[in-house]
């Protein structure tokens, strides 16, 4: 399971993805262009400090992300309010890229044509969407609970 970011334009966004994909051991892709610095001493100085943890994949475009799915075979799910079917109805795979798209826009339709499923998060109506950031981990849990992928866990020992 793989996390991917369409050109991103809230940095905190982006680093409370890359943090929760240190944490699970997921790789986050981020698409470019970003809408803010994306070196690894802006993300440093911004209190980053999960970014030697995180598996950080940077595509110069679209074109380049498509490339690299292709060659690893892998399906594209995009989280999307246009999308009808919601992601717990979603059956993922171990090799999917949850794809999440920009803040400000979402992707534009040949990235929503591209997609090989589109989900959603059911949400009350009238309210325009979830946060990024949340959004991704929400589909991220229900597709770790499907394909068992969370890492394991290790308890602390009864004595400390």
């Avoid at 890359?18 to 970003?34: D, F, Q, T, W």
């Avoid at 490339?67 to 171990?94: N, Q």
Wanted: charged share 20%.
């Amino acid at each position: 399971m793989q996390l991917a970011l369409y050109q991103p334009d809230i940095a905190q966004n982006t680093g409370t993805l890359l943090r929760l994909g240190a944490c699970l051991g997921v790789p986050v892709h981020v698409i470019g262009p970003a809408g803010f610095d994306l070196s690894d001493k802006a993300l440093r100085r911004a209190g980053m400090d999960y970014l030697e943890s995180a598996t950080l994949v940077r595509h110069d475009g679209w074109t380049a992300f498509l490339a690299f799915v292709a060659a690893r075979e892998r399906r594209i799910v995009l989280a999307t309010t246009k999308a009808s079917l919601p992601y717990t109805d979603h059956a993922f795979g171990p090799a999917d890229v949850l794809l999440l798209g920009r803040e400000s826009a979402g992707v534009p339709d040949a990235v929503q044509d591209r997609a090989d499923a589109r989900v959603t998060i059911p949400m009350r109506p009238g309210l325009r969407s979830i946060n990024v950031a949340l959004a991704g981990a929400m589909i991220l849990g229900e597709a770790f609970r499907q394909t068992q992928a969370f890492p394991p866990t290790v308890l602390p020992s009864p004595d400390g």
